[in-house]
T-cell receptor, first 114, second 111 residues
């Protein structure tokens, strides 16, 4: 399977714990995006990488959130001191570089904070 | 006001019906328009992608963009039960690095 993969698929954690998610993009894609989707809503942009550089962060990305893409391949998204409001589906997408970009999404990581 | 508005439905149609899904938007800078299909508890899957105004057809699916009205549509002909999913519109402007999504319309095609 050469699509975007995400792990874990599901994560249940207690409030206050830290969690980390991983995204493996399509191998030739140098752009990688993180989105958050809550129930009944469309995905909302969190952050974007071009290769290993994090070029844009949304206001939604509070200081408890940190994302990395150390070698320009896979990426991790860490949430520290989780809150119940962090419960959502966290989606990763990747694309090629260029003026016309089609973003391809992974299956998402569903986070439940109890 | 959200930048992208989409009726959340739900929408139920009989098998074989023509389905019309729509989004409106407020940002006149949007140039790229996409439709994604999302099955329950899965990631969005890209269906159609259009640039600027006009129509694009792919099999049973037709995407239309009317920039003068800030209105986009997705038509599904001969709808099938396997088309039952949430359909998300998404759009972006040149130079932007993220997509702006509608809330999604939940579609059920009844056999």
């Amino acid at each position: 399977d050469t699509g975007v993969s995400q792990n874990p698929r599901h994560k249940i954690t207690k409030r206050g714990q830290n969690v980390t998610f991983r995204c493996d993009p399509i191998s030739e894609h140098n752009r990688l995006y993180w989105y958050r989707q809550t129930l009944g809503q469309g995905p909302e942009f969190l952050t974007y990488f071009q290769n290993e550089a994090q070029l844009e962060k949304s206001r939604l990305l509070s200081d408890r959130f940190s994302a990395e893409r150390p070698k320009g391949s896979f990426s991790t998204l860490e949430i520290q001191r989780t809150e119940q409001g962090d419960s959502a589906m966290y989606l990763c997408a990747s694309s090629l570089e260029g003026p016309l970009y089609e973003q391809y999404f992974g299956p998402g990581t569903r986070l439940t904070v109890t | 006001q959200k930048e992208v508005e989409q009726d959340p439905g739900p929408l139920s149609v009989p098998e074989g019906a023509i389905v019309s899904l729509n989004c409106t938007y407020s940002n006149s800078a949007f140039q790229y328009f996409m439709w994604y299909r999302q099955y329950s508890r899965k990631g969005p899957e890209l269906l159609m992608y259009t640039y600027s105004s006009g129509n694009k057809e792919d099999g049973r699916f037709t995407a239309q963009v009317d920039k003068s009205s800030k209105y986009i549509s997705l038509f599904i002909r001969d709808s099938q039960p396997s088309d039952s999913a949430t359909y998300l519109c998404a759009m972006s402007n040149p130079g932007a690095n993220n997509l702006f999504f509608g809330t999604g319309t939940r579609l059920t095609v009844i056999p």
